[in-house]
């Protein structure tokens, strides 16, 4: 399971970078407005961080416009993936990309055909939204379940990569599906480290070994 950040914020990615768990970073349009930077820049900054996959997402709407986008945003480093959304002209552009070498991310995907259409493009991730569909009143963690069956009767190696990741439990539920990656808010990466019981384990481990009064070194 690779684990992303969906985040702009570069100086959480930094500090999170150095867990060494973090293998890629996820952005989007409302991600990079909030950041307040330059797309190009921001993109550049955290491709240093990461060397792993980080998707920056194409704002055009017709294909062609969307692989003159992707092709720019791709020259920025060699780690960028172009993120499309999962529409006809979307999926036209990824079959561009794919010809190309430049890994795609179909993002906004919320069926099991639709994803099927976005791995039959040759999409390298396709990226379903569970948090959305749960608002939605749907279930989200279906959707996984049945992408991860489509994908696997029909060997696609189009990544499912679980995007609108909002608590452990989708997390946890995702993992146990078998989805290849999720893209993660930097507050439940940093949830996913803690229990209560190894905290309350450690201290009264800690606390009886002073009592030894010995030192390991
Ligand atoms: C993923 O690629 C998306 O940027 C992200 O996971 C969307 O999450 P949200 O539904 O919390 O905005």
Redesign the pocket.
């Known amino acids: 399971m690779q684990l992303f950040l ?1 985040t702009t914020d570069t100086a959480t990615l930094r500090a999170l970078a150095e867990t060494g768990l973090v293998d890629g970073v ?3 349009p ?2 990079i407005a909030k950041s307040g930077r330059n797309m190009t820049e921001v993109i550049a900054e955290i491709c240093e961080i990461i060397q792993g996959p980080v ?1 920056a997402e194409v704002t055009a709407v017709e294909a062609a416009a969307m692989i003159k986008e992707g092709e720019k945003l791709a020259a920025i480093a060699p780690n960028v993936v172009v ?1 499309v959304p999962l529409t006809v002209e979307g999926l036209k552009a990824v079959q561009t990309f794919s010809q190309s070498g430049i890994m795609t ?1 179909v ?1 906004l995907c919320f069926s099991a055909l639709q994803a099927l259409m976005a791995a039959k493009a040759g999409a390298t991730f396709v ?1 379903p ?1 569970v ?2 569909l749960d608002d939605h009143g749907a279930e989200g963690m279906g959707l996984i379940q049945e992408i991860r069956t489509v994908f696997d009767n029909y060997d696609f190696d189009t990544e499912i ?1 679980v ?4 608590s452990l439990s989708h997390l946890k539920e995702a993992v146990l599906i078998g989805a290849d990656c999720a ?1 993660l ?1 930097p507050s439940v990466f940093q949830d996913m480290f803690k229990h209560p019981l190894t905290d309350r384990g450690l201290d009264a481990f800690l606390a009886d070994w002073a009592k030894t009064g010995q030192s390991i070194l």
């Open positions: 969906d996820t952005t989007n409302t991600l998707s993120k991310n993002t990226s939204f948090g959305r990569l995007a609108s990741v909002r893209t808010p």
